[in-house]
């Protein structure tokens, strides 16, 4: 019998197309960026609006494992209106139950029903991944960290979405700054889109200007002191920074990595059963130990969610400087002081 799998650099072309014959789909790697990213695709795929409660079905691999019979149950249901179905299923680990649902589901296939199931790391032939490479009505597909060619891809369809052209030197230099998780990539290339913006091309100085580490340090204080809700320490270092000319939009960019960080080890902390202490200590690279306690305490004021609109937030801040640039400093000094008492506000009520 034929493996139901597909190696890494396959499965961009497998999503290019929706193929019935494999109605149990599992994404799985520890690249949960790219498992995600990968879902959506599949979903857009099928034609069914993801927010529609009546067609796409969300399920927790926990529950399912708990209730095994339930994936069973929503998969054979028919429609309240018709046409197809799809069940999501989230934070698989190879749990039993889950996997022994699974494995019925793929020797009695549903009829107009996806089953798509995102998992971390599995290893190979074993348990969940094992039941879904045996299947033939089943397709498991890897989610590996950004190779060089996956790199430029992302790049181009980034670039593409925000109608700009890279110089081929800036494109180099980009390239060796990125890598690792897509949704990170991403965000990355996003930052430096909205910082390119109301130009045609980005160049080598705009990438500069993005990743460089020039006053690293300072700037981690300023983000620090706001991420734990300290406004006179975040007051003093951020004018003591921009006093000495340095830009305004390096402490937004590092604000927006630092979130990016943060929202990570939270995901960690509400999908896999985390406290924040161990969180931060399984985190690669490693986090300085003397910043350890103080993203532990940040960790306890900011969730999943909150962290996404702290992003938003800063994302938006870029655009409102950039546009008008003459109050970019109070601008940016005023968005960062409302998350840094977003923060102080979750520290007084988790007490």
Known sequence: MAMAQKKAHEVDSFLKRL???????LLYGPDKGLVSERADLFIKLTGLAKDDPFAVI???ADDVNAEPGRLSDEANTISMFGGERLIWVRSAAGQKGLTDAVGFLAKNPPTD???LIEAGDLKKGAGLRGIVEQSPSAMALPCYSDDARGIDGTIDDVL???????????????KESLGGDRLATRAELEKICLYAYGKERISIDDVREIIGDVSAV???TIVDAMMVGNIIDFTHAFDRVIGTGSSSFLVLSAAIRQFQSLQTLRYGMENEGKNASLAVTATRPPIFFARKKLVETALRHWTTQSCARA???LQRTVLESRRNAALAVPII???????????????????
């Not at 193929?19 to 789909?25: G, L, M, S």
């Open 19 to 25: 193929d019935r014959a494999y109605p149990i789909v």
């Open 58 to 60: 969300r399920l927790d």
């Open 113 to 115: 029903t996806f089953i």
């Open 160 to 174: 593409a979405k925000n109608r700009l052209q890279i110089a081929l030197d800036a494109r180099n230099l980009l």
């Open 218 to 220: 300072s700037y981690e």
């Open 311 to 313: 992003i938003e937030r």
């Open 333 to 351: 000094r005023q968005s960062m002081i409302a998350l840094a008492a977003e923060a102080a506000r979750g520290a007084r009520n988790s007490r």
